[in-house]
T-cell receptor
């Protein structure tokens, strides 16, 4: 089966940097994805790491260490619109299993 | 342009009254998924189709069924909804073998059971 752990909530001010950690245990692993979900909306894809290292996409970066079964999502230059839930998800073949999600609240 | 379209966006039903939710896609993806998401929880995979092959998750209740008549459409049938089935139901698609870890989600169908 799959088991993912991430913090339940994080609060930060505009312009700050937030790091959301994710540790996982899984019977099969292709890669680690990150999704953003605003209240009442659908999850939207942010990033995917199949190999160790850092992937940067604008203000968001994602990191993976396969040997440590660990990854993180880094949100830089936080904006009010970044207030949302963020899910890490393990890809096994073509199935995605989600963590419980981290609620990020951005304050002015 | 919406690529994964779910209908209806909001569905209210009575306890025990069957419900069908629909999903259509214009991406020509071969894998379609149904997830259930309850308030403040992670999306939970119910089942998926790889082309026409149906794959049920072990803990998906028998009350939930699905049909995929063609590549573009997929339906979720809830035969006898209970109060515990109130949730957002999310349809998603992917291209198997794409290797990007990206699923394309619809806007969801929010089910209320009275």
């Amino acid at each position: 089966g799959q088991s993912l752990e991430q913090p339940s909530e994080v609060t930060a001010v505009e312009g700050a940097i937030v790091q959301i950690n994710c540790t996982y245990q899984t019977s099969g692993f292709y890669g680690l994805s990150w999704y953003q979900q605003h209240d009442g909306g659908a999850p939207t894809f942010l990033s995917y790491n199949a190999l160790d290292g850092l992937e940067e996409t604008g203000r968001f970066s994602s990191f993976l260490s396969r040997s440590d079964s660990y990854g993180y999502l880094l949100l830089q230059e936080l904006q009010m619109k970044d207030s949302a839930s963020y899910f890490c998800a393990v890809l096994n073949d073509y199935k995605l299993s989600f963590g419980a999600g981290t609620t990020v609240t951005v304050r002015a | 342009d919406a690529m994964v379209i779910q209908n209806p966006r909001y569905q209210v039903t009575q306890f025990g009254k069957p419900v069908t939710l629909s999903c259509s896609q214009t991406l020509n993806h071969n894998v379609m998924y149904w997830y259930q998401q309850k308030s403040s929880q992670a999306p939970k995979l119910l089942f998926h189709y790889y082309d026409k092959d149906f794959n049920n998750e072990a803990d998906t209740p028998d009350n939930f069924q699905s049909r995929r008549p063609n590549t573009s459409f997929c339906f979720l049938d809830i035969r006898s909804p209970g109060l515990g089935d109130a949730a957002m139901y999310l349809c998603a698609t992917s291209l198997a073998g794409g290797g990007t870890g990206e699923l394309f989600f619809g806007e969801g169908s929010r089910l209320t059971v009275l």
